[in-house]
């Protein structure tokens, strides 16, 4: 058996490598020029499919009772490791935690916040949009169901101040979902002579969604069909590209675990056919070290 | 850039396509740089070729369709 010509140090933990992150694996074995090749091509190729879709291509939707078919794209991306198990997590999450909109909280929340405020004062309704900040709490409400309440301090658009008190029964979008942002419904209450009077509501609320609750989370049947009916022909390019991108990946894995397929290139730069260079001959010609080696 | 792409016709997203899969191919084919960036310029003008090649039979095929 011929010597390597590069130093491919563990093949098998540069394969591992090479399969969860693109260009890593060659990084490892010292082959930079790979590792650039790789990482730059395949991570385009799939961020820009990703980009495409707004990040809702990649998802893992399999599990019991799901038909098979809709594995089948998945099989091709996943050929990017890394990504790819984040999606079978994240499919298992929300296979355990379901779509369930959030209307207790364990801890005290507070975050940024963008929406509408609509408030009915007198004969004229006040709409307008508002950015700020929101406190949600965890509280008991009157029936002795646990309930969520909070408040919000912002700005309106023309610069004046909001500070509003949101009702009982303030309700959070489900906690994983593939969006970054999770919506906020709630009332508004004021008071007025000791009684508290619900005066308004928020409109097109959210706040932002952590990006381990959002990335590669798997859209239910409704959601797929909006973001073909939003994309059109861009959700198919977006699933060829980062389809492409997963099954490019196999072949840099491969390279990593057994190095280059046809050789070193050393046989004659005139040689214009692939078949050429997998003669014995090619391979075995004068050991050269190219790439890394130690 | 990308938004340029994205408003493009989608034909144009045929060229970053080709041009990374003939260089990740053919990295996994060969070592040395040269004969990487090589062999990649062949591909991608052959796929675009061929493709070209396929474009030209459907509209000889769908003439005055």
Not at chain 1, 86 to 113: C, D, H, K, M, W
Not at chain 1, 124 to 133: I, N, Y
């Amino acid at each position: 058996m011929q010597e390597p010509q590069v130093n491919l140090k563990d093949p098998l933990i540069a394969s591992v490598l090479a399969f969860l992150v693109p260009g890593l694996g060659h990084l490892y074995q010292g082959r930079l020029f790979k590792a650039v090749i790789y990482s730059v091509c395949i991570w385009s190729l799939f961020g820009y499919g990703m980009s495409l879709s707004g990040g809702k291509i990649f998802q893992y939707r399999g599990g019991p009772g799901k038909p098979r078919t809709e594995l089948l794209s998945f099989v091709a991306q996943c050929g990017l490791g890394g990504p790819g198990l984040v999606a079978i997590i994240q499919g298992r999450r929300y296979r355990r935690l379901g779509e369930q909109v959030t209307t207790s909280l364990n801890e005290p929340i507070s975050s940024s916040f963008e929406g509408s405020i609509e408030l009915q004062q007198g004969e004229e309704d006040l709409d307008e949009v508002v950015t700020g900040t929101i406190e949600l709490f965890p509280q008991v409400g009157q029936f002795g169901d646990p309930t969520i309440v909070g408040r919000i301090i912002g700005t309106f658009e023309n610069g004046q101040t909001a500070d509003y008190t949101l009702a009982e029964g303030t309700r959070l979008g489900p906690l994983l979902r593939n969006s970054p942002r999770r919506a906020v419904e709630a009332d508004i209450v004021t008071k007025e002579g000791g009684n508290t009077i619900r005066s308004g509501r928020l409109k097109d609320a959210s706040i932002p969604r952590s990006f381990w609750n959002w990335f590669a989370v798997p859209l239910s049947n409704f959601e797929e069909q909006e973001l073909h009916r939003e994309l059109g022909k861009y959700h198919e390019l977006a699933l060829v590209f980062t389809m492409i991108a997963g099954l490019l990946n196999v072949l840099a894995v491969w390279d990593a675990f057994d190095g280059p397929a046809y050789g070193y290139g050393l046989d004659s730069e005139s040689d214009d056919d692939d078949t050429d260079s997998q003669q014995p001959s090619a391979r075995s010609a004068e050991p050269e070290t190219v790439g890394a080696s130690t | 850039m990308l938004t340029l792409l994205a408003q493009a016709n989608i034909t144009w997203h045929l060229l970053p396509l080709a041009a990374a899969i003939s260089l990740v191919y053919n990295a996994s084919r060969y070592e040395a740089p040269s004969r990487i960036l090589q062999r990649a310029g062949k591909h991608f003008v052959m796929i675009l070729f061929i493709l070209a090649m396929i474009l030209g039979v459907l509209i000889a095929l769908s003439y005055q369709l």
